[in-house]
């Protein structure tokens, strides 16, 4: 962080506080702090401040209130890898604005666990109430490649590509199921390296996988 940066991060953290202090009634305020202090991976913060914010806004009944501050515990968990935590948080969801949110960190959560079959199932959820937001598409994709299934896979890829094409993972895992699929798929590999260099050099080993993978099947999938 540059010192400019610093500098402006904290005068919003002032900012913030401030609001707080002068209108302690409005939720909105805590979580955007709460938010910021997880960011900054200032969590023991951040958690002191949504458990505060909690106690202020359950006892009232006010729902908005508490799902909002709900879901930014469950944002700071997931961040900290406490996957679980998270999902119990994600789970009480019950405003209809975050559900679409709540349903795609729902999947995110779970393909963090490796339970993909979960995450498509949340995915899916998210997805009909979302159905252009390229993140669910994404979880969707990489939860079917993780899974073999590879056809469903380059649905997804392909559904984000068409207006997303300077997504660097979408095209690497787009060349990987082209890869798995039989398809030319060197296109995808050179853009995603040129789109992103630093992410293509740590996913290339996922290249020689599938390859080995393959050699072993004897062959292409064909799913």
Avoid: W
């Avoid at 962080?1 to 500098?7: H, L, S």
């Avoid at 202020?56 to 935590?85: C, M, T, W």
């Avoid at 390296?193 to 050699?215: G, N, V």
């Amino acid at each position: 962080m540059t010192e400019k940066v610093q500098k402006q991060t904290e005068q919003l953290i002032h900012r913030l506080v401030e609001a707080i202090n002068e209108a302690p009634d409005k939720f909105n305020n805590y979580y955007d702090l709460g938010s910021l202090l997880t960011r900054l991976q200032d969590y023991e913060q951040a958690e002191e401040l949504f458990m505060k914010a909690l106690g202020i806004f359950e006892p009232k009944g006010d729902q908005k209130a508490v799902n909002l501050l709900k879901y930014g515990l469950g944002n700071l968990y997931y961040s900290v890898g406490h996957v679980d935590r998270a999902i119990s948080y994600y789970n009480q969801i019950e405003d209809a604005k975050l559900k679409g949110d709540a349903y795609l960190m729902l999947a995110q959560s779970y393909m963090k666990k490796q339970a993909y079959k979960q995450a498509v199932a949340y995915g899916l959820t998210a997805l009909d109430l979302r159905p252009t937001d390229p993140e669910i598409a994404q979880v969707l994709g990489d939860s079917c490649l993780a899974l073999g299934e590879f056809k469903p896979a380059k649905d997804y890829y392909d559904r984000i590509l068409k207006r997303h094409p300077g997504r660097a993972d979408t095209q690497f895992n787009r060349g990987l199921v082209a890869m798995a699929l039989g398809e030319p798929y060197e296109s995808f590999l050179t853009q995603a390296k040129q789109l992103d260099p630093d992410y293509y050099a740590k996913s290339e080993q996922k290249i020689a996988e599938i390859e080995h993978t393959l050699q072993a099947l004897g062959g292409h999938d064909e799913k």
